[in-house]
């Protein structure tokens, strides 16, 4: 029998880069077929490929043996190709049921008269069959991202989709709910329907997958059995070379006084209403403090009010015993504030600018770097050729702009900036997302070096792994407040989960 | 008492506010398909402009060449939007520079003015015009006989504008679609909605709606052509569509407001009141202000119900 889905020396190019290089895939009906890869190994390419977003430049697609072409989304969807963005594609104000039908070229959906009601009714059924508890009538805002994510599973299963690819699936779910969809997963595979789970989470991959094919740098390199794997190998075929994985560190100095003190921080969202609701929080001298939880918890707003990005309305921030001015960013930076922050290209550095103007950007007011009204320009390059030295930033000079660099360069050069000033608090808000392995290993050995040295690290994060194998102290931040705060030594995945997921503390 | 001051202002109200509830409508549709179409009083001009031509021109009984006379301003508005959607759909344009230039390249100093001298249209009232339908005495039932019966068909045929849009865009599938596209436009693409299609569509059918406000001037209102006769009303149009929260039934209550005010001024006259007329030409643009001001930042006009996307250019994504 033919494969249900079949790619044969897909290759794809862009501007810059070669995304997919003679890739060949293949799953079967029935199949959970896991695509692995570290980020910018060509998995999310490879699969806007199978939904007709890109055409690719060589190479075929078969359906159960038959040759395709895509020309736009639609072609897929009528071939019965679905897939689960990262980023869901759907329309907030619309009921679970409008967004459904939105598009459906089939029985209910193509008569020129909405009925809602049959249409719920249908939604129902499926969100029954398969275990994906969901209000048809709801309105996507009025739902958790997990709830939102059934829905976008809902739509492939509405279409009636053969093949369902899931992009990152788990990324924003909390473990619990993450079982929930692996459930569903199967069951979908049972009924005869091929799914195609992208990651880049080992344990998952051999979790939930039949067969795991690795991407690696555009190319496909192996398809193994699930069954036969472990995390290590797969480590190794997706990295290239053998990885530690999440091992702790804990030769710190025991951590010493408080640098940072929140009192009852209350801030508001880009919406105008509260994100960050009473949050207390210390961190103390050589001590790495991680926030966890799923994203849009008021990570990234407690973040930004910390480093005087966004002004709090209520409660104080402390460095170092200080009082510093709410919103204002120069205030905290004064007082000893590094910050890493999610957002690398846009927030972390001034894309335009060169590597030289983006290492200097926090100290060019101040000598050695100017005088005067004058910026030292050959000052300049000497420090920032020293820490492209020291941090090992892969760039041909520093005259280089910062948007000409990846994604794991493009933080060394903002960890070079933060360290720099020598602070006595670095935030660092999901520094590793997007990173390639070695990157990763790499930031990770710098927050641990600087914990050593005595900064207080707070780690803003919503990789449990991550948390788990860097933090001292763990706080889950939960709709803006902060659910329960546990040692990083005796917690477990399962009870962060319940934390992230709104649980109660039980004292 | 159908003399009576507020009478004859609720009257005049409907008559004058039937060019804005038209343009209205026609934008409505534009924007919630995400397309903000500054252009309106530049179309509605063009569509004034062509109709008052159509109706002098052709020749025939007077119904037949009155619905050419609208059906040529459909035309003419639908043109006009054209530019605008190819700029700002296909070419991704800022949406407002593009609506702004649509008007200064369509409005009263411009193309419609151009128009007017070529065509010799100035100086000669309509050879038909739009009359009331119902016979006198219906016409003369106290307070709605004015207001109700004392109206020409245009009215009538925007009351049923107004349910038809309703209708078509909560009840219908295309209806659906539409407002996703002007909420989310990567998520209907994804779920295999032509986003640029619709786009074009309602650009085009808002501006066929703006020409026939236009023609309701120069055909019902004036009736004659003059440079610029719209006065404005195309800003007016837009600010309802934002004080209408984009729902075609609040776009009728609005025009007929604002249609009030406009005749207000008229209305005083005539019982021997006068007021600066200056004072009521500015009002098109303090309203088109104000609105403009209250949608300014993202957070305000979600909380005002605007379409997500409004004003966006749709991009698939790229690298």
């Known amino acids: 029998m033919p494969a249900a889905v079949a790619l044969r020396g897909i290759t794809k190019r862009f501007p810059a880069v070669v995304a997919n290089d003679r890739v060949d895939f293949e799953a079967a009906k029935g199949e959970v077929h896991a695509l692995l890869g570290e980020n910018g190994a060509g998995k999310t390419t490879l699969s806007n490929i199978l939904t007709g977003l890109y055409r690719p430049d060589e190479g075929e697609i078969l359906l159960s043996g038959r040759p395709v072409e895509f020309h736009s989304p639609r072609d897929a969807i009528a071939a019965g190709i679905a897939m689960v963005h990262q980023h869901f594609r759907l329309v907030s104000p619309f009921t679970v049921a409008e967004n459904v039908v939105l598009g459906d070229q089939r029985d209910i959906g193509r008569a020129f008269r909405l009925r809602p009601r049959a249409i719920e009714q249908r939604v129902a059924e499926l969100s029954r069959r398969y275990g994906l508890a969901v209000d048809p009538r709801a309105r996507i805002w009025q739902l958790s991202v997990g709830e939102q994510q059934r829905v976008e599973v809902l739509k492939a299963l509405y279409q009636e989709a053969r093949i369902l690819i899931l992009d990152e699936p788990t990324a924003v779910l909390t473990p619990q709910e993450a079982d929930a969809l692996f459930e569903t997963v199967r069951a979908m595979a049972a009924d005869g329907r091929t799914v195609i789970f992208i990651s880049h989470k080992l344990h998952e991959v051999k979790a939930v997958a039949d067969r795991v094919t690795v991407l690696r740098r555009g190319r496909s390199l192996a398809t193994v059995a699930a069954s036969d794997a472990t995390p290590r190998s797969l480590a190794a075929l997706m990295v290239g070379r053998e990885v530690e994985i999440g091992r702790r560190h804990h030769d710190r100095p025991a951590p010493g006084e408080a640098v940072l003190q929140l009192d009852g921080i209350w801030a508001d969202g880009d919406r105008g209403v509260p994100a960050v609701k009473d949050v207390s929080l210390r961190l103390r001298r050589g001590e790495i403090v991680a926030v966890a939880g799923v994203a849009g918890n008021g990570q990234r707003e407690l973040a930004e009010t910390i480093v005087g990005m966004r002004p709090a309305t209520k409660g104080t921030v402390e460095i170092k015993g200080r009082r510093v001015r709410s919103g204002d960013p120069r205030s905290a930076i004064a007082a000893g504030v590094a910050y890493v922050p999610e957002d690398r290209l846009g927030t972390g550095v001034a894309p335009g600018l060169s590597i030289a103007s983006n290492v200097v950007l926090k100290s060019y007011r101040r000598a050695p770097v100017s005088r005067g009204p004058f910026l030292r320009l050959a000052r300049i390059r000497d420090l920032a050729d020293r820490a492209i030295d020291n941090y090992d930033v892969r760039t041909s000079g520093c005259q280089v702009p910062a948007w000409q660099l990846s994604g794991g360069n493009v933080q060394k050069v903002v960890l070079a900036r933060e360290f720099s000033g020598e602070p006595a608090v670095l935030i660092a808000a999901s520094p590793t997302r997007g990173l390639d392995v070695s990157s990763i290993e790499t930031v990770h050995s710098y927050l641990r070096e600087a914990a050593s040295t005595g900064v207080g690290v707070l780690l803003l994060s919503e990789d449990l792994d991550e948390i788990l194998a860097l933090a001292d102290r763990i706080a889950v931040m939960y709709e803006g407040g902060v659910a329960g705060e546990r040692e990083a030594a005796s917690t477990t995945v399962e009870e962060l989960g319940l934390l992230m997921a709104g649980g109660r503390e039980q004292d | ?319």
């Not at chain 2, 569509?241 to 007929?256: D, H, N, Q």
């Not at chain 2, 001024?265 to 009002?283: D, S």
């Not at chain 2, 949608?295 to 996307?309: M, Q, W």
């Open chain 2, 1 to 319: 008492m159908n003399n009576s001051l507020v009478v004859v202002v609720l009257a005049s109200g409907v008559l004058y506010g039937t060019p804005l509830l038209y343009a209205a409508l026609g934008e409505l549709l534009a924007e919630r398909s995400g397309v903000l179409n500054l252009g309106v009083e530049g179309m509605m001009l063009v569509g004034a402009v062509m109709g008052f031509w159509a109706v002098q021109r052709l020749p025939g009984p007077s119904a037949l060449v009155l619905a050419a006379g609208i059906g040529v301003a459909a035309l003419a508005g639908a043109a006009m939007a054209a530019i605008h959607a190819f700029l700002v759909v296909t070419l991704r344009a800022n949406q407002i520079v593009s609506g702004l230039a649509l008007t200064i390249f369509a409005g009263a100093a411009g193309l419609s003015s151009y128009l007017g001298n070529d065509l010799k249209l100035t100086g000669s009232p309509a050879r038909h015009q739009f009359q009331e339908v119902f016979p006198k005495s219906l016409q003369d039932l106290p307070v709605i006989g004015p207001m109700v019966f004392g109206q020409s068909l245009l009215v009538y045929a925007s009351w049923v504008c107004v349910i038809l849009v309703a209708l078509y865009l909560t009840r219908t599938r295309t209806g659906l679609n539409v407002r996703a596209v002007g909420e989310s436009p990567a998520a209907a693409d994804a779920m295999g909605v032509n986003v640029a299609a619709y786009r074009y569509a309602h650009t085009l059918v808002g501006g066929a709606f703006a020409g026939v406000g236009g023609a309701a001037f120069s055909l019902s209102i004036t009736p004659q052509w003059a440079d610029g006769l719209t006065g404005g009303a195309g800003w007016i149009a837009i600010a309802l569509v934002i004080f209408a929260f984009w729902r075609p039934t609040l776009c009728l209550l609005g025009a007929y407001f604002f249609g009030a005010f406009t005749a207000l001024p008229f209305a005083l006259q005539g019982h021997g009141v006068t007021v600066a007329p200056e004072l009521f030409q500015t009002l098109p643009y303090v309203a088109t202000i104000v609105a403009l001001v209250l949608v300014s930042s993202r957070a305000a006009r979600l909380r005002f119900g605007a379409p997500a996307a409004l004003g966006l250019p749709y991009v698939r994504e790229e690298r």
